[in-house]
């Protein structure tokens, strides 16, 4: 069964500084890969995806993600924090076919200090 | 473009009354998922319908049902209304499936007392 390790429920960083939110997956093969965010009292907003294709993807807002096959990652990244940025932020799996639906990990809150 | 349109925002219902809840996806968009957003639980998959067939189902009891209608607007109902049923419930919708990733709306947010 496909599963999803978010490590770190809470992230703290200086304005400025590297954000990096980690997500594991446990795959037969490799799926489909998703980060979402989600803001106070709102939906989730998709923020990247990897499906096929370049390892490195990225999305809205200035993140990026990698697609490491090796070590079954999915580490979502920004060089450089912004307040704006604080929020909760969910690493997702979909298999590749048959089930039409998203595996989420138990979310990352990103804290951003001034 | 309009996106994901969830009613009501906000519930309040009494144990053992039932609800429904209502999601119109984006246009053009055929496939709707509904999950359910707990503190406890996280985000958990109820189900997923498209054109009007429901072709996934999570691990839910019976008492959460849900429909699509043929201009692919959904709705789910949940029976018997449990103090556990308390969550945000989020609607999503997608051209097809996840692979072109799926828009979320702002969700329903169910008390029951």
């Known amino acids: 069964a496909q599963s999803v390790t978010q490590l770190g429920s809470h992230v703290s960083v200086s304005e400025g500084a590297l954000v990096l939110l980690r997500c594991n997956y446990s795959s037969s093969v490799p799926p489909y890969l998703f980060w979402y965010v989600q803001y106070p009292n709102q939906g989730l907003q998709l923020l990247l995806k990897y499906t096929t294709g370049a390892t490195l993807v990225k999305g809205i807002n200035g993140f990026e993600a990698e697609f490491k096959k090796s070590e079954t990652s999915f580490h979502l990244t920004k060089p450089s924090a912004h307040m704006s940025d604080a929020a909760e932020y969910f690493c997702a799996v979909s298999p590749t076919s048959g089930t039409y639906k998203y595996i989420f990990g138990t979310g990352t809150r990103l804290k951003v200090l001034a | 473009k309009a996106g994901v349109t969830q009613t009501p925002r906000y519930l309040i219902k009494t144990r053992g009354q039932q609800v429904t809840l209502s999601c119109s996806p984006i246009s053009g968009h055929r496939s709707v998922s509904w999950y359910q957003q707990t503190p406890g639980q996280g985000l958990q998959f109820l189900f997923e319908y498209f054109s009007e067939t429901q072709r996934n189902k999570g691990n839910f009891p019976g008492r959460f049902s849900g429909r699509q209608f043929s201009n692919s607007r959904s709705e789910m109902n949940v029976s018997t209304l449990e103090l556990g049923d308390s969550a945000l419930y989020l609607c999503?919708?997608?051209?097809?499936?996840?692979?072109?990733?799926?828009?979320f709306g702002s969700g329903t947010r169910l008390t029951v007392v």
């Open positions: 999503a919708s997608s051209f097809a499936d996840s692979t072109y990733g799926y828009t």
